[in-house]
């Protein structure tokens, strides 16, 4: 079951992207679903994460700017990033957890070696 993601891409200071993550029905009745992203030099951070029952978390830094959505018809995990800010530049995974629970912390994510809850990875870059 893989998860397959794109809308990635260049934008300026205070421009929007919306990244998409192809997934199958079975993923979105089992599992909750999030977004990870890495920037050069540093770990991993949990940007955002929606569980089985639609409840939402988002990270300090993005909190107010990202939405996490889900089309449950089309098996889509979107990320609506509005007002990217130069620190926002990182590659965003789609991930997908072991629990149907809302994830609020990275002790789980940091544990997830199954390359299968992971997403290839897209490029965001946002220039100032």
């Known amino acids: 079951e893989r998860l397959v993601e794109s809308g990635g891409g260049l934008v300026q200071d205070g421009g929007s992207l919306k990244l998409s993550c192809a997934v199958s029905?079975?993923?979105?009745?089992?599992?909750?679903m999030g977004w990870c992203r890495q920037a050069p030099g540093k770990g991993r951070e949990l940007v955002a994460s929606i569980s089985t029952s639609d409840t939402t978390y988002y990270g300090d830094s993005v909190k107010g700017r990202f939405t996490i959505s889900r089309d449950t018809g089309a098996n889509i995990l979107y990320l609506q990033m509005d007002n990217l800010k130069p620190e926002d530049t990182a590659i965003y995974y789609c991930?997908?957890?072991?629990?149907?629970?809302?994830?609020?912390?990275?002790?789980?994510?940091?544990?997830?070696?199954?390359?299968?809850?992971w997403g290839q990875g897209t490029q965001v870059t946002v220039s100032s």
């Open positions: 029905r079975n993923i979105f009745i089992r599992n909750s």
């Open positions: 991930v997908r957890f072991p629990t149907t629970g809302l994830l609020t912390s990275m002790t789980l994510v940091e544990s997830m070696t199954n390359s299968n809850d």
